[in-house]
Nanobody, 124 residues
Framework: QLQLVESGGGLVQPGGSLKLSCVASGFTLDYYAIGWFRQAPGKEREWVSCIASSGRMTNYADSVKGRFTISRDNAKNTVYLQMNSLKPEDTGVYYC?????????????????WGKGTLVTVSS
């Protein structure tokens, strides 16, 4: 069974940091580009970041650029999202998603597989 499982969410104060993980089971991430998305309460899901299967291409939404860093460890079948200088507006459920793609493709939509999400709450 193909599955993505996110972890690492929680409650953090403004200015704090969290590191999210996305672990794949049932398939290898080597040939998959990964995207991170989030959905705030009462809002539509939005794209946050992506990383190509090669790891050589990354991209970020303007709202998180300079604060978030996406990375991957294919040996561990895991993709990470390091989130620093967190703001209350970063609150939401964070999802990772995968799409089989060429080594330089960094997706914003059209994903094949989705995790169930992990909740991030930024509040004092």
């Amino acid at each position: 069974q193909l599955q993505l499982v996110e972890s690492g969410g929680g409650l953090v104060q403004p200015g704090g940091s969290l590191k999210l993980s996305c672990v794949a089971s049932g398939f290898t991430l080597d040939y998959y580009a990964i995207g991170w998305f989030r959905q705030a309460p009462g809002k539509e899901r939005e794209w946050v970041s992506c990383i190509a299967s090669s790891g050589r291409m990354t991209n970020y939404a303007d709202s998180v650029k300079g604060r978030f860093t996406i990375s991957r460890d294919n040996a561990k079948n895991t993709v990470y999202l390091q989130m620093n200088s967190l703001k209350p507006e970063d609150t939401g459920v964070y999802y990772c998603a995968a799409i089989k793609a060429s080594s330089w493709y960094c997706p914003h939509d059209g994903m094949d597989y989705w995790g169930k999400g992990t909740l991030v709450t930024v509040s004092s």
